[in-house]
């Protein structure tokens, strides 16, 4: 199944780090989340930085209608990969805490970080032959999120929403890294652009904010509890119709 030559090329790292990068930009430069949605500081589709492949082969729209079926069902295969390598690691990691002896927990951790990594590629894969699939960006995204890559998670989202800006998966993942990434003023900002022309995503958006402020009144980590709770005042602004 994985002999045809793919349309696309997986995203590598260094790609990866070039969107995160664009991404964080973006947000702290743009007065609205549209205009990060319009890609404004992020590559076009097919018009990669220097010296960066491209996502796409030009040469896709010609191949005949049985080679682009085969590509597509070859995504769909490194896609559903993917998804079966990262629930294996989910419930691998659930019975970390079964573990009898340090050494038996190790082995398993470092198995569930190798089933998140083998899933980052499948990912990388199934974007590489079909470069319009959403669910491959979700899926990447998550799988760099949840191996603590949340920089580079933001950029695949961010990518895939310039896609389709209203991808609800795509959406949530980007809102998500967002947070991961402790960048508040972009959120609250973004939050503001959203609650008027996309009150769905402003919803999702502010949802996410509320469980990152529970989590970080309990476990701040680096961040000042001042910055915490200004996060706390501004939500209860919203709230009351204040904001």
């Known amino acids: ?78 896609y559903d990969s993917g998804v079966r390598m990262m629930k294996q690691a989910a419930k691998l990691e659930a019975k970390l805490a079964e573990a009898e002896t340090p050494e038996k927990r190790q082995k398993r951790e470092k198995k569930v970080a190798s089933l998140r990594e083998d899933a980052v590629d499948q990912f990388q894969e199934a974007i590489g032959y079909n470069p319009k699939m959403l669910e491959a960006y979700a899926g990447l995204g998550g799988a760099l999120s949840e191996s603590g890559r949340p920089d580079l998670a933001l950029g695949v989202h961010a990518r895939a929403l310039g896609l389709d800006p209203e991808n609800e998966e795509n959406f949530h993942g980007w809102a998500k890294s967002l947070l991961d990434l402790n960048m508040l003023g972009d959120a609250t900002q973004a939050y ?52």
């Open 192 to 243: 503001t652009s959203l609650r008027e022309a996309r009150p769905e995503q402003a919803a999702t958006l502010l949802s996410l904010m509320k469980s990152w402020l529970a989590e970080k009144r309990t476990d701040p980590g680096e961040l000042e509890p001042a910055d915490v709770e200004r996060l706390a005042n501004w939500i209860k602004l919203q709230e009351d119709g204040a904001g």
């Open 1 to 78: 199944m994985g002999s045809e030559a793919p349309v696309g090329v997986a995203l590598p790292e260094e790609a990866l780090k070039q969107n995160a990068h664009s991404s964080h930009q973006a947000l702290k430069s743009a007065s609205t989340l549209l205009l990060l949605l319009a890609l404004a500081a992020l590559p076009a589709l097919g018009q990669e930085a220097p010296g960066q492949e491209p996502l796409i082969n030009e040469d896709d729209a010609t191949l005949p209608e049985t080679s682009l079926g085969n590509v597509v069902q070859t995504a769909r295969f490194h």
